[in-house]
């Protein structure tokens, strides 16, 4: 099991930027996955982007690409989230998320995903 800690989410204005961080433990990453997804109010959880922890594949939503920036940092085990040009339809629950990869499949499938962290709230005000 992996466990999952996010933070970085606050308030920003549309057009602003946030970073959002996720430190895994636990687990030795080589084999594993990270994705971050969303859930509005009212709105399932959807998938926003995922890296492949061996290798650097990455997946992004069609809704945030040229805006969100999925990235790593291996010394640190932590996972990053840059989102820039910031709409208020981006206002969400973030959660980070941890899956077993062996260099093929699907990234942005949530059901494929075991390890969840807590989530960080992420609002971009109009």
């Known amino acids: 099991q992996v466990q999952l800690v996010e933070s970085g989410g606050g308030l920003v204005q549309a057009g602003g930027s946030l970073r959002l961080s996720c430190a895994a433990s636990g687990r030795t990453l080589s084999t594993y996955a990270m994705g971050w997804f969303r859930q509005a109010p009212g709105k399932e959880r959807e998938f926003v982007a995922a890296i492949a922890w061996s290798g650097g594949t990455t997946n992004y939503a069609d809704s945030v690409k040229g805006r969100f920036t999925i990235s790593k940092d291996n010394a640190k085990n932590t996972v990053y989230l840059q989102m820039d040009s910031l709409k208020p339809e981006d206002t969400a629950v973030y959660y980070c998320?941890?899956?077993?990869?062996w260099g093929w499949g699907d990234l942005s499938r949530l059901v494929d995903y075991g390890d969840w962290g807590q989530g960080t709230q992420v609002t971009v005000s109009s």
């Open positions: 998320a941890a899956r077993r990869y």
